[in-house]
């Protein structure tokens, strides 16, 4: 069986289903106990309170081949064909898509004719207020005068839209918005029937909530709520995951970092919510909400003053209407919520100390390399580095976390080799590696055989090597150098000598 709407499946059928509107059944009911029956009558109020519903209901009971009372038996073929749409005495139209005159024409062109059986032909046209001027025109000529066994019934959310000459001819019941009680003992008890429970009292309370005063919507909530639920017992985040509601934790750790002025906590809480994909209209009005619980409901261990508690709340609705008109309603929120904790600073016209979390910058430590291991030797004691450079060191450049640093020197350079190996150089050489590693390291010195010391350049060697690459790439570049070469074409010569500045590099 394919899953009936809650709306549909419990729509209610007789006056004593109708939930909540005592004021209009009574009402009703006397009407048809008494005869008292008016031509038309006119359903006011917002989307979902049973207008329509109480529309058919009244049909029926006018209709009825064999009435319990005043209320409808349901089971005659008046009763059915209300009910399964069949019935050629029983029209029903939305004033919303069928507007135009011709709509209007056509409903009401066999108004004269009496019903196919029955005693009243009964026209309801919902949202009323939308039909066009000619279509109203066309229907008050027959409102004017109307049949004695036409009962006309008009449903609008919007009455205020309606001419006079309209609301002096009907009856007007107007609908009240459903208390949230009411709402939620319809939902309690659709719920014990389908055998439906709950984690917990507060979900058919937020239900009843977001339902706003409507019956349909209330019911068409619970049915979102039913189709995310993955048993028969609906768990408080269903309802969150259906609704688009923040978690109740983060609303009130929110809340208390507003309260507390906590910029961080504040934020941090904001960004966990939308992250949940929470809308952030319905953040709002949640955060309001409850707000206003704890206005109404002040305990002893609230951290803000009660007069600063009712300013929030003040401010902060103002402030989320415009939030919510901004082209970035969750940023504007956010500044709201900023605002708020900045309020004393901003009215004082003094700068805000805002403690953002300062981010830990990790240095870096600097490679610890033979070319820095040199410098800092020839800073230290220029003796030392002078030797040094006159080897190389072997393996890599880098001293990393190496435990030993070895260094080379040719055959040829003995002398610097000698000097660095007596112990008292040797020990200082040491210190100084340490102290620039800043770990623990040993140092090696190696005099190295003929035959490797092809390949193996000492730094001074690589040092003067690269220098004199400059040199030439210098000259080179010098040699091209188009003032140059007119010039030994004016002369008729070529350039000899070129003799660089020390600082050619520049
Ligand atoms: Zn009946």
């Not at 008016?38 to 058919?56: C, E, H, N, S």
């Not at 009964?122 to 001027?133: A, C, G, K, P, W």
């Amino acid at each position: 069986m394919s899953y009936q709407v809650l709306a549909r499946k419990w729509r209610p059928q007789s006056f004593k289903d109708v939930v909540s509107q005592e004021h209009i059944t009574t009402t009703l009911m006397n009407a048809l106990s008494n005869e008292r029956v008016a031509q038309a009558y006119l359903l006011t109020g917002t989307r979902g309170v049973g207008k329509t519903t109480v529309a058919r209901i009244f049909a029926k009971a006018l209709r009825c081949e064999n009435p319990q009372g005043v209320e409808p038996c349901l089971e005659c073929s008046s009763c059915r064909g209300i009910n399964d749409s069949s019935s050629i005495d029983y029209l029903e139209i939305d004033g919303a898509s069928n507007n135009s005159v011709e709509d209007i024409r056509s409903l009401i062109e066999n108004v004269q004719y009496l019903p196919t059986n029955g005693k009243y032909k009964i026209y309801v046209i919902d949202e009323v207020h939308m039909l066009s001027t000619s279509a109203f025109n066309a229907l008050l000529k027959t409102l004017e005068e109307p049949p004695s066994h036409v009962i006309f019934i008009f449903a609008t959310t919007d009455p205020e839209k309606l001419i006079g000459t309209v609301l002096s001819r009907c009856q007007r019941l107007d609908f009240l918005p459903v208390s949230l009680d009411r709402l939620k003992s319809h939902i309690e008890a659709i719920a014990k029937s389908e055998g439906i429970s709950f984690e917990s009292d507060v979900i058919v309370e937020k239900i009843a909530k977001k339902g706003n005063g409507s019956v349909r919507d209330t019911l068409s909530i619970f049915d979102q709520v039913i189709s995310v639920a993955s048993s028969n017992n609906i768990m408080t985040s269903d309802l969150n995951q259906a609704v688009g509601l923040a978690d109740d934790v983060l609303v009130d750790s929110l809340l208390s970092a507003l309260y507390l002025k906590q910029r961080n906590e504040l934020l941090e809480n904001l960004d966990k919510i939308a992250a949940k994909g929470v809308n952030p209209e319905g953040l709002c009005r949640q955060i309001l909400e409850e707000l206003f619980f704890v206005v109404e409901n002040p305990s002893e261990n609230l951290p803000v003053d009660y007069t600063e508690l009712l300013w929030i709340y003040e401010s902060l609705s103002r402030d989320f209407s415009w939030a919510m008109e901004s082209l970035t309603p969750y940023m504007s929120v956010r500044f709201v919520l900023l605002k708020h904790i900045y309020r004393e600073e901003i009215l004082a016209g003094t700068s805000a100390s805002i403690e953002v979390e300062k981010k830990k910058t990790i240095e870096k430590p600097k490679p610890k390399t033979w070319d820095g291991f040199l410098e800092y030797t020839f800073e230290k004691k220029k003796s030392l580095g002078v030797n040094l450079e006159r080897g190389n060191v072997l393996g890599s450049k880098v001293f990393d976390s190496a435990k030993k640093v070895e260094l080379g020197f040719k055959e040829t350079d003995k002398i610097f080799y000698d000097f660095l190996m007596e112990p008292e150089n040797k020990k200082e050489l040491l210190d100084i590696l340490n102290e620039y590693c800043q770990f623990d390291v040993n140092v090696e010195l190696k005099l190295l055989e003929n035959k490797k010391e092809e390949e193996f350049k000492s730094t001074v060697e690589i040092r003067e090597e690269k220098l004199e690459n400059q040199q030439k790439d210098a000259e080179e570049n010098f040699r091209n150098n188009k003032f140059l070469r007119q010039a030994e074409e004016v002369f008729n010569s070529k350039v000899n000598k070129i003799v660089l500045e020390k600082n050619f590099k520049d």
